[in-house]
């Protein structure tokens, strides 16, 4: 076996490995970008970040059906997610705040689907879903 193909074998199997795990105290220093649309209140009543009601609360979305808090006026393209039973868990989030529009489109085949949350995480997505995990 040569050294390229010893190296490439370990490069192969270094790429293949799982992720880094997410970070949830990393996401909870990221949340400071989303206070200002959503509160995290916890389902005991306990505010546990004090935020904007633009969006909706943020406590306890991992495990919940999408678009499924009360009395929250969602878009059309979330409500059709959520009509179809979807339900949030760690990965659909961390792709739904990197890019609404496009994971709604995927979501509902619809290339015209649209999202009212406007902002996009660049980076941290999957801390920032671990640290919402953390709050029910």
């Known amino acids: 076996m040569t050294k390229f193909t010893l190296a490439a ?55 919940r059906p999408v678009a499924s808090v009360a009395d929250f006026n969602y878009g059309e393209s979330i409500l059709a997610v959520g009509a179809a039973g979807a339900v949030w868990d760690e990965a659909s989030l961390a792709a739904y705040i990197t890019d609404p529009v496009a994971w709604l489109k995927e979501k509902t085949g619809d290339a015209a689907a649209k999202s009212k949350m406007s902002f996009k995480l660049a980076k941290g997505a999957e801390d920032m879903a671990a640290y919402l995990a953390t709050i029910q």
Request: proline share 5%; charged share 20%.
């Open 9 to 63: 074998g370990f490069a192969a199997l270094v790429l293949a490995g799982p992720a880094l795990a997410a970070d949830p105290a990393a996401g909870e220093a990221e949340f400071k970008k989303c206070k200002a649309c959503h509160a995290i209140v916890a389902s005991d009543g306990t505010e546990v970040v004090k935020g904007g009601k633009t969006g909706p609360n943020l406590g306890g979305i991992v495990g």
